[in-house]
């Protein structure tokens, strides 16, 4: 018995030694959790947190690093409750949506289920896209009046003759379209959020969502300083990220891509949202932006082949579009970004994959984009003014800065929008970019052999040919996943000296090469 007695007090004591030693080693080898504004990387300010320079290394103080610890986990507990008081406090956003979605659903289906055959003159989709309520199109005849859904809407008060087949007159739903706005440390977010309140058209269809990382205090008080007007959320790790010693310059990109996971998470799932429109902390807005979103939410519904629509032209400068032509919309295979719409199906089939740096050229990626494509303005609805960023001034100086913003308004829930679902955009498209005249890049550059407005057609046959032609047009050259910015079956459109142009590939194209990028 005493022998047994001994037996499990040796065993006691030799796990009491071991585990205070397994504490040690631990505490002792732990790496520190780096701070910001140390140049990013893994394990930034770890010489001044461990004592080491000049070739000698300091005493650890076990006792002050454990109540650094405890310290760190009193702060994270507070974080927490923070972000649970804000859940709190928005439990009436849910509320109201829930009551929005069994409308909103109802709607989708007779959207779904109005069908318009197409009258007699279409409108072309590089053309102005003219209302199908135009004068030409109008007889006062006893004909059945067509009452159809906002973005496709046809005016109630006027009788058409049109090859119509109707099963449902689809009612006008008031589903709720929230902003999220993606914040870090500008206070020049005053800026867009000032025009953003400035034009939304209701509060109640419309919250905005400002979601703050790196917990910059003089941000988040400008932020805080508009009320209920908006809903302020913060990302709760501000901690850095372990990244490859070559990828420590861009540890602000690896943040913001963990920004945007936890912010459209938020949306999606904890306020229930069914859709978002995201901007940054450094676009301005334009007067019908709201318009163009609502009007366009009921294309991306019912087409499967779009994944987003963006209010942005990445060859939106002055010079390039037509102003007389406010209303002109495309597709594109290229991912825009900058001011986008999102569906929560199409977030829930990214956000089990989603990267951990770099998002936008991974949205860009086939396997992402599977041959979906995004609508796109020919004005932009959006600008940046943010030079100052992580990409520290990539393209703003040379292009970003001089893009346009549509400053009138369209309204384009009064107007058809159906020429933009694939069937019909496509064969359209086709047939006007190859329909124009074939001519030489320097015939434009001369422009003394070309008669009228266009459209002309360029054509490029290679990687090379493409840059070459981009540039000397204006237009921006650079590729992603072969795709070029703005591309639509590998064709930019744009005006050159006030004459449209297309820069296409040879007749036939199939698809894009990834080894152009």
Known sequence: MVRKKGSLILCGAFLFVAWNALLLLYLWGRPPIGRLGDGGGAEPGWKEEWGVGKGKVGRVNLAGEVIRLAEEVEIQLETQKKLLKQIESHRALWARQKDVEKRQTDYIKEVKEVVVQEPTKTPGPLKND???????????????????????????????????????SAPSPEFVIPILVIACDRVTIKRSLDR??????????????????????????????????????????LSDIRVKPEHRKFQGYYKIARHYRWALNQVFNTFSQSTVVIVEDDLEVAPDFFEYFRALYPILRSDPTLWCVSAWNDNGRDALVDPSKAELLYRTDFFPGLGWMLLKEMWDELEPKWPSAFWDDWMRQPEQRKGRSCIRPEISRTITFGRKGVSLGQFFDQYLRYIKLNTEFVPF??????YLLKEKYDEMFVKEVYSATLVKIEDLQQGGSLRGPGPYRVQ?????????????????????????????????SFLHRGRRVFLAPPEGWTQYDISWS
Request: with cysteine; hydrophobic share 30%.
């Open 413 to 418: 829930k009064k107007r058809d929008l159906s």
């Open 196 to 237: 953003l309140i400035q034009y939304r058209p209701s509060p109640d269809l419309y919250p905005i969502i400002v979601s703050q990382d790196c917990g910059h205090a003089e941000t988040a008080r400008v932020i805080g300083s508009y009320g209920d007007q908006v809903t302020h959320i913060s990302q709760p790790d």
């Open 460 to 492: 490029y046959s290679s990687r090379d040919s493409f840059k070459v032609f981009a540039r000397n047009l204006g237009v921006m050259d650079d590729l992603k996943s072969g795709v070029p910015r703005t591309g639509y079956r590998g064709v930019v």
């Open 130 to 168: 003219v209302d199908v309520r135009d004068q030409t199109d109008v007889k006062h005849t006893k004909k059945p009046v067509l009452t159809v859904a906002p973005g496709l809407k046809l005016d109630e008060s006027r009788e058409i003759t049109m090859n119509t087949k109707v099963t449902a």
